[in-house]
């Protein structure tokens, strides 16, 4: 909660110390980078956190998430170069992407945290780098006028995290003793107890090809919100990207939210899927998606009577012209406050292979709906077309997981029935 509020202040302070011009850059230097970094990152905090059977040690992660990272940064430097952008919004963007290669590396001490069930690691972390990026954030623009300065603070503040905390308690949890989650044990992690990288080739071939999936999905997770920004920024102009980012961001920081309540369930779906507990799979996948229902509906609740009052008191006037797009955003907010849940329970299930198509899917229907939207209609069909994304994400992500269940109800009468026979 400390993280995901101060994420937010942080684009306060943006609307409330710069103007609307910083926010747009700020938003764009996110909407360049992360789909970049998401590839790269190859979702490895959840293919780690959800190794039940322990196939890998935490060395062979931490190899490829750091060759992987290394890669991204010289990618944007290129994406840089030849879409031409100049002067401070270069500097934004390459900064951004500096720091959010650091954030990188703490997310996937990140999953480790998440595997062996030390939650309160990833917490501690994040309520540390909370304050800590607000106010690096906040002193850069204040004292020197410029998002560019911010954003440098912001990395340095990063880089102080990740090496200051996340890498010392990962050291802390390999070195403790191992208690394993419900599921067979089939790997060597339990042997895993140096942190450092491991560079044996075929190891690394053969984790990239289970991970590279979802590496595609990381990237359309991280692409397909970003596309009505895209548009946004191309036919109505940074101010009002400024705006509708604000917007935006006000809702996804709910999502966050609800996203760490997902996560901290994925490694222990992943164990009873993997040991064929499908009853209480079921349970816990229908008790968390309920949950995301109830939260997502109390925000709307919230923004259908108090929308415009939440968007003047945090950013002002200028931003509160738009009710009704931001209660649109906040309905498709709502949808994905389920579908985060989903996501877990499927990538619990290992099927990383139909996320890819289903995220593919979700980008095709955003860029479709903007096409049609964005012109005719401005930022409501923005945020329309945020709800049509969320819409097509759930349906689609519903039927994987009615094949899951199926699969698995399948597959543990089939056990069942060898063991009488």
């Known amino acids: ?26 938003a764009l230097g996110l909407a360049i980078t992360a789909p970049v970094l998401m590839f790269s990152n190859l979702e490895l905090r959840a293919v780690q956190a959800t190794d039940a059977t322990r196939g890998y040690r935490f060395g062979d992660y931490l190899a490829l998430r750091l060759i992987g990272t290394t890669l991204a940064l010289v990618v944007i430097l290129g994406i840089v170069y030849l ?39 990833m917490a501690k972390s994040l309520f540390l780098k909370a304050p800590l990026s607000l106010i690096g954030l906040s002193l850069g623009v204040y004292l020197a006028h410029s998002v560019v300065v911010g954003v440098v603070a912001l990395a340095l503040v990063w880089a102080l995290l990740l090496f ?14 191992y208690r394993a989650l419900p599921g067979p044990m089939t790997g060597e992690s339990d042997s895993d107890t140096k942190l450092r990288p ?43 990207l400024g705006i509708f980012a604000a917007m935006a961001y006000t809702t996804v920081a709910g999502i966050k939210l609800v996203d760490s309540l997902a996560q901290t369930a994925g490694p222990r779906l992943a164990g009873y899927h ?54 649109w955003l906040m309905v498709a907010a709502a949808i994905d406050c389920m579908t985060s849940f989903q996501y877990w329970a499927i990538t619990a299930a290992r099927r990383f292979a139909s996320q890819m198509l289903l995220y593919a899917l979700v980008a095709c229907a955003t860029t479709a709906a ?15 077309a945020c709800v049509i994304a969320a819409a097509v994400r759930w349906c689609g992500g519903l039927a994987i997981i009615v094949h899951v269940l199926y699969t698995l109800r399948n597959r543990v009468n089939s056990e069942a029935g060898t063991d009488k026979g």
């Open 198 to 240: 491991y560079w044996k080739v075929s190891t690394l071939r053969k984790l990239g090809r289970v991970a590279l999936p979802l590496g595609f999905v990381g990237v359309l997770i991280n692409l397909y919100p970003n596309i009505p920004r895209y548009f946004v920024e191309g036919y109505l102009g940074a101010h009002a």
């Open 164 to 177: 200051g905390y996340d890498v010392r308690m990962g050291a802390r949890i390999l070195r403790a003793p």
């Open 370 to 384: 903007c096409f049609w939207l964005v012109p005719a209609a401005g930022l409501r069909g923005a945020a329309l």
């Open 83 to 121: 879409t031409g952008y100049r002067g401070e919004t270069a500097l934004v963007i390459l900064v951004v992407g500096l720091s959010k290669a650091f954030e990188s590396i703490s997310d996937l001490f990140y999953g480790l945290f998440l595997q062996r069930e030390r939650v309160d690691y």
């Open 274 to 327: 993997a040991a064929g507990n499908e009853a209480t799979f079921r349970t816990v996948l229908f008790r968390t998606v309920g949950l995301g229902l109830l939260l997502g509906a109390a925000g709307v609740l919230v923004v259908l009577f108090a929308g415009s009052e939440i968007l003047t008191l945090f950013y002002g006037a200028a931003y509160a012209t738009h009710p009704d797009v931001f209660l």
């Open 1 to 26: 909660m400390a993280y995901v509020a101060a994420q937010w202040a942080m684009l306060v302070v943006l609307a409330k110390l710069g103007n609307p011009e910083m926010v747009g850059q700020f």
